[in-house]
Nanobody
Framework: QVHLVESGGGLVQPGGSLRLSCAVS????????GGWYRQAPGKQRELVAS???????NYADNGQGRFTISRDKARRFMYLQMNSLKEEDTAVYYC?????????WGQGTQVTVSS
């Protein structure tokens, strides 16, 4: 069973930065694509960024140019560096990885951007 745990969320002022981390444990198989998603109150969960097994990254418009996704070579840690945060970035952020047995999700970490 795969277990994902996010950390690094919190309260930050507009223009500030946060770095989210996702620790992955358990059997993950090979060639995993990983991603960060977020869900704001009353809205659907949306993709923020993804990274494939070769390290190729993809960003949604919501974080393009401000967010950077990365992971370690062992695919046991995934990160989301968020800069120039805006109030509209306030949401619960989830990490996810694709395994041969389906997608696995973390429990989420709250990010609040407010002055």
């Amino acid at each position: 069973q795969v277990h994902l745990v996010e950390s690094g969320g919190g309260l930050v002022q507009p223009g500030g930065s946060l770095r989210l981390s996702c620790a992955v444990s358990g059997r993950i198989g090979g060639a995993n694509t990983g991603g960060w998603y977020r869900q704001a109150p009353g809205k659907q969960r949306e993709l923020v960024a993804s990274i494939d097994a070769n390290g190729a990254t993809n960003y949604a418009d919501n974080g393009q140019g401000r967010f950077t996704i990365s992971r370690d070579k062992a695919r046991r840690f995934m990160y989301l560096q968020m800069n120039s945060l805006k109030e509209e970035d306030t949401a619960v952020y989830y990490c996810q990885i694709q395994t041969p047995w389906g997608a696995a999700w973390g429990q989420g970490t709250q990010v609040t951007v407010s002055s």
